[in-house]
T-cell receptor
Framework: GQNIDQPTEMTATEGAIVQINCTYQ??????LFWYQQHAGEAPTFLSY??LDGLEEKGRFSSFLSRSKGYSYLLLKELQMKDSASYLC??????????WGAGTKLIIKP | GAVVSQHPSWVICKSGTSVKIECRSL??????MFWYRQFPKQSLMLMAT?????????EQGVEKDKFLINHASLTLSTLTVTSAHPEDSSFYIC????????????FGPGTRLLVL
């Protein structure tokens, strides 16, 4: 079967670093996506990993280990505007995105 | 690049009426468009996948006669909620993907539907 799991909620402090984990199980895999969704808005694309390793994009980095079925999104130098839900999703063998329930990130001053 | 628009952004309608939502890819050709629904504080739920020029594929539990999807061109897909009822009130979001199935989905800004 297929499943994907991420924590429901995390809290971090402005200026700090936070890592949001995502684990998945699937027989067919065509990459893992991270999206950011602010309350009341649609998701926006953050990153895509299909090969193992770390991809860095400014303050945000995403890591993938296909053998472990594991990814994380790393946010550095947290800002208040980073308060949002972070959605991970993997693309299965049918090119469908299978979505996690999202991690609500709360940033405190 | 990769801009997707949705119209309207807000709809308030009476129970029993039909509502049409448009989704457009503005700067790329979208072979596939996806329609999602999201209730407050809940996950994105995929309703259907539409490919240009063919019938949409609906997820289990989504009534195809109630949620009519048309994907007539590579830049436009429409979702019509027929005979809307208060329980259809939700945030409807479309996304579009380019010519390759491996491409990223880009989301429209969403449409809030309130059925009175």
């Amino acid at each position: 079967g297929q499943n994907i799991d991420q924590p429901t909620e995390m809290t971090a402090t402005e200026g700090a670093i936070v890592q949001i984990n995502c684990t998945y199980q699937t027989s067919g895999f065509n990459g893992l996506f991270w999206y950011q969704q602010h309350a009341g808005e649609a998701p926006t694309f953050l990153s895509y990993n299909v090969l193992d390793g770390l991809e860095e994009k400014g303050r945000f980095s995403s890591f993938l280990s296909r053998s472990k079925g594991y990814s994380y999104l790393l946010l550095k130098e947290l800002q208040m505007k980073d308060s949002a839900s972070y959605l991970c999703a993997f693309m299965d063998s049918n090119y469908q995105l299978i979505w996690g329930a999202g991690t609500k990130l709360i940033i405190k001053p | 690049g990769a801009v997707v628009s949705q119209h309207p952004s807000w709809v308030i309608c009476k129970s029993g009426t039909s509502v049409k939502i448009e989704c457009r890819s503005l700067d790329f050709q979208a072979t596939t468009m996806f329609w999602y629904r999201q209730f407050p504080k809940q996950s994105l739920m995929l309703m259907a996948t539409s490919n240009e020029g063919s019938k949409a594929t609906y997820e289990q539990g989504v009534e195809k006669d109630k949620f009519l999807i048309n994907h007539a061109s590579l830049t436009l897909s429409t979702l019509t909620v027929t005979s809307a009822h208060p329980e259809d009130s939700s945030f409807y979001i479309c996304s579009a993907r380019g010519l390759s199935a491996l491409e990223t989905q880009y989301f429209g800004p969403g449409t809030r539907l309130l059925v009175l």
